[in-house]
């Protein structure tokens, strides 16, 4: 029988859910070795590494994923998450930004480019940001609570103190 790289990826997802992360790591490594430009392949590398704790091989990975496809959202963020893990702040702001030029409605990546700008101590630039989140959907919970955040930060008590009701609004139709 011929191995797949499609067969040989949904095999390793299944490995690393049950946390068998080397069998993951070595299906995903032959999946690559068989397509090299799959980008899902070496997003699930990336993710599978990061998930075992070896930040520099998910990094290897993850950038792979993007050179071969930056214009997935799930690539874009997770790699720009992780840069900001790594304190690699302008690489992370760059590749939120290329991700935004794909897709400029992204709630996630609007927050993301906030969170961003709050790490820098930027809290009007990350309030903007979260703000635009928020426009795009104004259920996004994670950004009313950075928005809120970013209010505090800049003593603007009267806009955070309405982020923060309408927070508890949502949190109290949830609980419905």
Not at 66 to 87: A, C
Not at 136 to 152: E, F, G, K, Q, V
Request: charged share 25%.
């Amino acid at each position: 029988m011929i191995e797949r790289a499609d067969t040989l990826n949904n095999q390793a997802i299944l490995l690393a859910k049950d946390g068998q992360f080397s069998d993951a790591i070595a299906c995903l490594r032959r999946a690559i070795h068989i397509d090299r430009n799959n980008s899902l392949v070496w997003y699930n590398l990336g993710i599978t590494y990061r998930d075992a704790g070896d930040m520099m091989e998910a990094l290897t990975a993850l950038r792979n994923a993007f050179r071969i496809s930056p214009q997935k959202e799930d690539v874009v963020e997770s790699l720009s998450v992780l840069l900001l893990n790594m304190h690699m702040i302008d690489e992370a702001f760059k590749v939120c930004q290329d991700g935004l030029d794909f897709h400029p409605m992204s709630e996630r990546l609007w927050n993301l480019m906030g969170v961003l700008q709050f790490n820098n101590d930027d809290y009007a630039a990350a309030a903007e940001n979260f703000e635009m989140a928020v426009t795009i959907n104004p259920y996004y919970s994670d950004a009313l609570y950075n928005l809120r955040d970013a209010y505090s930060e800049l003593k603007n008590v009267k806009a955070a103190v309405i982020i923060n009701e309408r927070i508890q609004e949502l949190e109290g139709k949830n609980k419905k």
